[in-house]
């Protein structure tokens, strides 16, 4: 009987682990948008203003209101792989970060056309990256997606706009979880001080700041916390991007 009794929780524990493994997959569909090149998906809710040059690429992706959480995950980077379509999907998966929203469309239903329209998780990536998984003739897969850790190069960067006692700090090329929930800004002569989030990845200050180094303090959705001291020098100026530490 124990040896029986043994081979039963090994038997459990090798279902379980069999079970576990394709674990962590959500249903989705997915559409694109932007062009061969892409050129149509600059811009967007989240602020990155032109991706090549932020280095997100083609590599990209619009989310629904579902996955968009009203801007806060804006920075997230998603593991996409098109299911259940033999006639369109293409072997393999990619790996997207989420720079833009898209609307729903109320007048249309979520089965025809109003693809992003809650509670629907949807994806319209990229056309470039889209082909990477499906078909063009397609136009929308099922596919299954899940958060995975994003992989940048270089630090953190902080673009600063705006004027005097209104800095808007936008935050890009974010590794790790990659949405970032929380900002603080510390000036040579101040102490820490939040930011709050104006729109997308935009962080906003109306504090008097200039002529003081600066440093950011950077919190995303997995409750890491990265610090970049004196990033900025005193003599920063607007429309300027400073690189600070990465996750």
């Known amino acids: 009987m124990a040896i029986l009794g043994y081979i039963i929780i090994v038997l459990i524990a090798v279902s ?11 249903n989705a569909h997915a559409t694109f948008y932007g062009g061969g090149d892409a050129s149509g998906t600059m811009g967007g809710a989240c602020g990155y203003g032109n991706l090549y040059s932020q280095g997100y690429g083609t590599n990209t992706a619009a989310v629904s209101t579902a996955l968009f959480n009203n801007g806060l995950n804006c920075g997230a980077c998603y593991a996409i792989k098109c299911v259940n379509d033999n006639r369109w999907c293409l072997p393999g998966s990619i790996i997207v970060t989420a720079t833009n929203f898209c609307p729903p469309n109320f007048a249309l239903s979520n089965t025809n056309g109003g693809w992003c329209n809650p509670p629907l998780h ?14 063009y003739k397609a136009g ?11 992989k940048k190069s270089g630090g953190i960067r902080f673009t600063i706009n705006g004027h005097s006692y209104f800095n808007l700090v936008l935050i890009t090329n974010v590794g790790g979880a990659g949405d970032v929930v929380a900002v603080s800004i510390k000036g040579s002569k101040t102490s820490w001080q939040a930011l709050s989030r104006n729109w997308g990845q935009n962080w906003q200050s109306n504090s008097y700041l200039n002529g003081q180094a600066l440093s950011f303090k950077v919190t995303t959705s997995d409750g890491r916390t990265v610090i970049s001291n004196n990033v900025a020098p005193a003599n920063w100026n607007f429309g300027q991007t400073y690189t600070g530490r990465q996750f």
Do not use: E, N
């Open 16 to 26: 379980k682990a069999a079970v576990g493994k394709g674990a962590g997959w959500t």
């Open 122 to 135: 949807h994806f319209d990536l990229s056309q470039p990256v889209f082909l990477k998984i499906a078909q």
């Open 140 to 150: 929308i897969v099922p596919v299954q997606y899940r958060r995975v850790a994003c």
